[in-house]
């Protein structure tokens, strides 16, 4: 069992940045990949970024590469999400979300945080 708690959204202008923290608790936690969405209003959840359970591997939504930063430490029992050149279009509350294997895809994870809000001003 994994619990998740997001932290760090805000007000932000565009071409600002922001880190998003993913705390969790639970011994099992580095045995899991960890993911990012979004979901803005009236728009389905979508992927943003996942990282493994080692921190091996990255993958990332098109819109965000580039600009976004997933990482992870373990040591800690945290995972973040370093957003830079932020734009209007990435205003939304996201989650973090935690599973064996990454997936782009919100049904393929068990675990989810309550989300924090991110909003871009142009």
């Known amino acids: 069992q994994v619990s998740l708690v997001e932290s760090g959204g805000g007000l932000v202008q565009a071409g600002g940045s922001l880190r998003l923290s993913c705390a969790a608790s639970?011994?099992?936690?580095?045995?899991?990949?960890v993911a990012w969405f979004r979901q803005a209003p009236g728009k389905e959840r979508e992927f943003v970024a996942a990282?493994?359970?080692?921190?091996?591997?990255?993958y990332y939504a098109d819109s965000v590469k580039d600009r976004f930063t997933v990482s992870r430490d373990s040591a800690k029992n945290t995972a973040h999400l370093q957003m830079n050149s932020l734009k209007p279009e990435d205003t939304a509350v996201y989650y973090c979300?935690?599973?064996?294997?990454?997936?782009?895809?919100?049904?393929?994870?068990?675990?989810w945080g309550q989300g924090t809000q991110v909003t871009v001003s142009s």
């Open positions: 979300a935690a599973d064996y294997t990454p997936s782009p895809k919100p049904a393929d994870y068990d675990y």
């Open positions: 639970g011994h099992t936690f580095n045995n899991y990949a």
């Open positions: 990282i493994s359970w080692n921190g091996g591997r990255t």
